[in-house]
T-cell receptor, first 115, second 117 residues
Framework: QQQVKQSPQSLIVQKGGIPIINCAYENTAFDYFPWYQQFPGKGPALLIAIRPDVSEKKEGRFTISFNKSAKQFSLHIMDSQPGDSATYFCAASIEEGGSNYKLTFGKGTLLTVNP | GEEVAQTPKHLVRGEGQKAKLYCAPIKGHSYVFWYQQVLKNEFKFLISFQNENVFDETGMPKERFSAKCLPNSPCSLEIQATKLEDSAVYFC???????????????FGSGTRLTVV
């Protein structure tokens, strides 16, 4: 059972475009939703994260939109650059209650930003 | 420095041999997590520690996998009698103690690529 579904699998945009990556989750106990960026041969690096009491969070060129009723969240990258070309993973975890914390990942989106 | 150090970067083992991977979490981080990344993308949670205590081991195939986090030593993940399907990149991550319900995020190492031949 895949608890976090991510789409699309791959995405190609031109420099300056706004790629959007979507994720949907099933477990309503999830209360922490981070996005990770992974370059080849490297570990995932935390980009931005959101909690369900907020509908949008922005950090630099990265924005998360969160829809609690639809159990969906998405990553928008403003003014994308070739250096943003990487694989992006959404994830979710249960923080409240102190008994879990493990991340459940989506399957990743390979983003290519063409010059 | 503020990085999770994983060694070795690459490991090749014949089927049936033992493999041991190491992870030095960031100093002051009390949680350590191990994940297996297969088929380039899919992450599978294996086990987590709170300091030297097992916190959650629901992802561990216990018949061949074991892990430890001992004081003043790197954490380790050991696979006895490796199988071809164990070929993957194994990532370690660490995070700070939660205070007031705040998650400060997980820092991942660069991974160990295990190839079983």
């Amino acid at each position: 059972q895949q608890q976090v579904k991510q789409s699309p699998q791959s995405l190609i945009v031109q420099k300056g475009g706004i790629p959007i990556i979507n994720c949907a989750y099933e477990n309503t106990a999830f209360d922490y939703f981070p996005w990770y960026q992974q370059f080849p041969g490297k570990g995932p690096a935390l980009l931005i994260a959101i909690r369900p009491d907020v509908s949008e969070k922005k950090e630099g060129r990265f924005t998360i939109s969160f829809n609690k009723s639809a159990k969906q969240f998405s990553l928008h990258i403003m003014d994308s650059q070739p250096g943003d070309s990487a694989t992006y993973f959404c994830a979710a975890s249960i923080e409240e209650g102190g008994s879990n914390y493990k991340l459940t990942f989506g399957k990743g989106t390979l983003l290519t930003v063409n010059p | 420095g503020e990085e999770v150090a994983q060694t070795p970067k690459h490991l090749v083992r014949g089927e049936g041999q033992k493999a041991k991977l190491y992870c030095a979490p960031i100093k002051g981080h009390s949680y350590v997590f191990w994940y297996q990344q297969v088929l380039k993308n899919e992450f599978k949670f294996l086990i987590s520690f709170q300091n030297e205590n097992v916190f959650d081991e629901t992802g561990m195939p216990k018949e061949r996998f074991s892990a430890k986090c001992l004081p003043n030593s790197p954490c380790s993940l050991e696979i006895q009698a490796t199988k071809l399907e164990d070929s993957a990149v194994y990532f370690c991550a660490s995070s700070r103690t939660r205070q007031g319900g705040i998650n400060y995020g997980y820092t991942f190492g660069s991974g160990t690529r295990l190839t079983v031949v």
